[in-house]
């Protein structure tokens, strides 16, 4: 895979898209798609613009390469932190539910 494909593939990874997604914005078959990001296919300048577009990025930014590991890091990172921040939601509503029954029973005794 090619350092375009790669890239193209994580921008699809972090938005949440499958190839078909991604397919069908770009009017074009998943076969077709699917030979953009493992590099099989050579990308003409118009698709480039059409991939930049869809991924809001400027042509530039999708044909560079130097961030791309700081990127996946980066997006990791991320993913991590949304984990342990789920964790402890659910812990702050366990919470919530011990303060307000403390409440009830106080109220009940007054």
Same mark, same amino acid.
């Given at each position: 895979m090619n350092a375009l494909g790669k890239?193209? +593939?994580l921008l699809r990874h972090q938005k949440?898209? &499958?190839q078909e997604d991604v397919?069908? +914005?770009?009017?074009? #078959?998943?076969?077709?798609? &699917?030979?953009?990001? =493992?590099?099989?296919?050579d990308v003409n300048l118009s698709r480039l613009n059409q991939i930049s577009r869809l991924f809001g990025l400027s @042509? $530039?930014? /999708? @044909? #560079? =390469?130097?961030?791309l590991e700081e990127e996946k890091q980066i997006a990791d990172e991320?993913?991590? /932190?949304?984990?342990? @921040?789920? $964790? +402890?939601? $659910?812990?702050?509503?366990? /919470?919530?539910?011990?303060?307000?029954?403390l409440y009830e029973?106080?109220?009940?005794?007054s």
């Amino acid at each position: 895979m090619n350092a375009l494909g790669k890239k193209i +593939r994580l921008l699809r990874h972090q938005k949440g898209w &499958s190839q078909e997604d991604v397919a069908k +914005r770009l009017d074009i #078959s998943i076969p077709a798609f &699917s030979k953009i990001e =493992t590099g099989i296919t050579d990308v003409n300048l118009s698709r480039l613009n059409q991939i930049s577009r869809l991924f809001g990025l400027s @042509l $530039v930014q /999708l @044909l #560079s =390469t130097t961030d791309l590991e700081e990127e996946k890091q980066i997006a990791d990172e991320i993913t991590e /932190l949304n984990k342990k @921040l789920q $964790v +402890r939601e $659910v812990e702050v509503i366990e /919470l919530q539910k011990k303060v307000i029954d403390l409440y009830e029973q106080l109220h009940k005794r007054s």
